[in-house]
């Protein structure tokens, strides 16, 4: 990224980025991780060397950590654990990769060459997440290579999909829903490209390819030799809709048009979910409107926010790394005072916009240019054929046409976009053939159609219990419930993550589970409709008994006392349920 500011006004000289503070302080009291990064050649570490040892399938632990980089984690079969520990065998161990596909636009011959990978290295499936992107799990390491040259073949990587980096860059997601789609990926599209890191070692690493001249300064003119403190994401939404959740996201821009042109964007900083329990000083937190940015302003304010956070960010405790609290331990005015300097210019003042929603538009619709688009909801994200349900086969026909555009959402499920409508016929019949409906409301009800899971179990090394395995089954459950009380129909947002971190983004959602343990969950309520509201915890550690017997009480008095149109979760604040958190940040009043 450049260093050099692009835009001043006259009142406001322009001032090089301080890049002294990371690298002024010394190295030997920062968390380790700090100095792994810095003795690291730009993240190359021994990897090349672990991926042909002999001895383990596994990586060493330096070089597990700065694989995150190259978007691979190292994982083992948790289901096996205990049965392969008393046999005294080493962990099966296994990879997860993850791509980058900002804004989850994946071409044809992309979808056909992610499922010819899962099928042959990834157990015959694939998973899209939470950040509109794939992730394969139960790669061997020794085929890590080949998997990344397969990706690479056909214009894909999976460059910072992890790691202290900015990560994949997330952006509305349905074409036919606003005219400013196409601009604001353009958009998206640019800032994944500026903020990559640039190192030689993940070509060098995974394409043997030697580089030009030894990696030096010059390696990552913007991340330096320590990149950031933590992860950093960006994510770009279009009003009304706000499906990637801006105020979950390190910097976020709202898209703001007028006249169906794009005229810039609102910036959001500070938004984060992870939190840990019994840890106080943890938290989520949704992100501050700071002001308003014209589109060539993007690229200096991704340097100057990102800067911000380089340069203050913790690099002595990580848990206390993210972005959020560089902004809460320095104040937000701080903050801003502080991009504003490096931008040489006063952010304008932020535009109105209007949120109704963060869940996906289910089924088809036609956009403006005629072209239809079919939004299929995906049960958590995974790509399988299940039975009748032959989804991963489904698709793979569809790709075949060549005849669409697959663009995953951020509620981890896929639109089948771009169709022309004479092909739209041939994409149904295809759909139907392999037990793939297309009506959404069809034997789902409305809070399944707004659900989510993280992975959690059996790969996910942090979960303390089931989430993406469990989720359904619960829901079949609360399902009689809502029956009961006649709200099956009625949208409601249910998150479920296998731990506290909120990898499904949960304490935004109208009712959310995190795990504690085993078959124990932390109950919240009262998230905003579209994001906008943090949930609060009603039940501490909790199994599925008192989970539905808190549900069933809470929306049998929504059913019966609720005001017109009142969404649940402002229900459950307005009662008294669960006292609100943070004042709203609805920008619709
Ligand atoms: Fe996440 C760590 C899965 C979105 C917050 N996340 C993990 C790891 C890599 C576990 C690990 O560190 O060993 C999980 C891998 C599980 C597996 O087996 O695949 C994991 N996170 C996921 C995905 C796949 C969940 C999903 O079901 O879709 C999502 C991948 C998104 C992507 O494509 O990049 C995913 N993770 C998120 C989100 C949501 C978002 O970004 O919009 C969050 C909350 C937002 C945030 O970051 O504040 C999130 N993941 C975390 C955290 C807590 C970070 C924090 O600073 O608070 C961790 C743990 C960590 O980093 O130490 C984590
Ligand atoms: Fe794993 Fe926890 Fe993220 Fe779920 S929320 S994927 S359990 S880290």
């Excluded at 990344?148 to 056909?154: A, E, F, H, K, Q």
């Excluded at 390696?219 to 933590?230: H, L």
Aim: hydrophobic fraction near 35%.
């Amino acid at each position: 990224m450049a260093t050099k500011m692009t835009k001043a006004s006259p009142a406001a000289p322009a001032v090089e980025i301080d890049r002294s503070r990371d690298i002024t302080q010394p190295l030997e009291k920062l968390a380790p991780e700090e100095r792994l990064k810095f003795h690291s050649d730009y993240l190359a570490g021994t990897i090349a060397d672990d991926l042909v040892d002999e001895i383990t399938l596994a990586v060493d632990e330096n070089n597990n950590k700065l694989m995150k980089f190259h978007g691979i984690y190292q994982q083992d079969d948790r289901d096996l654990r205990d049965e392969r520990r008393q046999q005294k065998l080493e962990p099966l161990y296994a990879f997860m990769l993850r791509g980058r596909m900002p804004g989850g636009v994946c071409t044809p011959e992309q979808w056909l060459k992610i499922d010819e990978l899962g099928r042959e290295h990834g157990n015959e499936q694939f998973r899209l997440t939470t950040r509109q992107t794939f992730q394969f799990h139960y790669l061997n390491r020794n085929a890590l290579r080949e998997v990344m040259v397969g990706l690479r073949d056909v214009g894909l990587d999976s460059k910072a999909a992890c790691g202290d980096v900015a990560r994949t860059v997330m952006s509305g997601v349905h074409p036919g829903l606003s005219k400013l789609h196409k601009q604001v990926y353009e958009q998206a599209r640019i800032a994944s490209d500026h903020v990559i890191h640039r190192t030689s070692a993940y070509e060098e690493i995974w394409f043997g390819e030697k580089p030009a001249q030894p990696r030096g300064e010059q390696e990552e003119p913007f991340y330096g030799k320590q990149y950031m403190p933590r992860k950093f994401k960006i994510g770009f939404a279009i009003p009304p809709s706000n499906d990637i959740d801006i105020y979950s996201q390190d910097l976020g821009f709202v898209a703001i048009a007028s006249r169906g042109r794009l005229k810039g964007f609102n910036v959001v900083i500070g938004g984060g979910m992870g939190r840990t329990d019994r840890a106080p000083e943890t938290y989520p937190r949704l992100g501050d409107v700071i002001g308003f940015i014209e589109v060539d302003q993007l690229v200096p304010t991704l340097d100057a926010v990102m800067g911000v956070q380089r340069d203050y960010g913790d690099r002595v405790t990580r848990s206390h790394a993210r972005f959020k609290y560089t902004i809460d331990d320095k104040g937000l005015d701080f903050v801003k005072g502080d991009i504003e300097r490096r931008l040489g210019f006063a952010l304008a003042p932020a535009k109105r916009f209007a949120f109704t929603s963060n869940g996906d538009q289910l089924g088809w619709t036609t956009g403006d240019d005629g072209l239809e688009h079919c939004t299929l909801f995906v049960e958590n994200g995974r790509i399988i054929n299940r039975g009748e349900h032959r989804l991963m086969d489904g698709l793979r026909e569809v790709a075949r046409t060549g005849t669409c555009v697959f663009r995953l959402t951020p509620n981890q499920s896929v639109i089948v976009s771009d169709v022309a409508p004479a092909d739209r016929p041939t994409i149904e019949a295809i759909l139907a053939e392999h037990g793939i409906g297309t009506a959404p409301a069809k034997g789902r009800s409305a809070l399944r159609l707004n659900s989510m899971a993280c992975v959690a179990m059996p790969t996910c090394g942090l979960a303390m219990a089931e989430s993406e395995r469990y989720l359904p089954d619960l829901i079949t459950r609360i399902e009689a419930l809502l029956e009961t009380h006649g709200l099956s129909e009625e949208p409601i947002t249910i998150r479920m993550t296998g731990c506290p971190n909120g990898c499904a983004r949960p304490y935004i959602a109208e009712i959310a589970l995190t795990g504690r343990a085993p078959g124990k969950y932390n109950l919240y309520l009262g998230g905003g409709f579209h994001g906008q509201r943090l949930n609060k915890m009603v039940r501490e550690n909790v199994g599925e008994d008192v989970i539905l017997a808190v549900l069933d009480e809470t929306l049998g008095r929504y059913a019966a006392e609720r005001e017109p149109d009142e969404r649940f979760g402002d229900f459950v604040i307005r009662a008294g349920i669960a006292p609100e958190v943070t004042a709203g940040r609805n920008f619709n009043d």
